[in-house]
Nanobody, 124 residues
Framework: QLQPVESGGGLVQPGGSLRLSCAAS????????IGWFRQAPGKEREGISC????????HYSDSVKGRFTISRDNAGNTVYLQMNSLRPEDTGVYFC?????????????????WGQGTQVTVSS
């Protein structure tokens, strides 16, 4: 079963950086669209960054554009979310999700397979 597994969350000071990873054991991810989503306390899950299979189309939310970067490793087994210049409002649980080939919109309902999430806390 295709099950994303996130890692790399933690506590970081404002202005710091973290890199989140997402992989699925036994699956290559080149043919899958990948989405990174964030859920802050008391808020709905929101799309942060999404990329289609083979990265033909990549999207960033306005709140992270210029600070976050989505990428894949050369082997196509792991997807990353590099997060720089972190702010307290970036705090939340970060989820990775997959959908075969393409996504329509960078929203939770457009993705099929979800990980358990990793906590990111930005605080001094």
């Amino acid at each position: 079963q295709l099950q994303p597994v996130e890692s790399g969350g933690g506590l970081v000071q404002p202005g710091g950086s973290l890199r989140l990873s997402c992989a699925a054991s036994g699956y290559g991810l080149d043919d899958y669209a990948i989405g990174w989503f964030r859920q802050a306390p008391g808020k709905e899950r929101e799309g942060i960054s999404c990329t289609s299979s083979h990265d033909f189309d990549t999207h960033y939310s306005d709140s992270v554009k210029g600070r976050f970067t989505i990428s894949r490793d050369n082997a196509g087994n792991t997807v990353y979310l590099q997060m720089n210049s972190l702010r307290p409002e970036d705090t939340g649980v970060y989820f990775c999700a997959f959908r075969f080939l393409v996504y329509t919109l960078c929203i939770p309902s457009a993705f099929d397979h979800w990980g358990q999430g990793t906590q990111v806390t930005v605080s001094s």
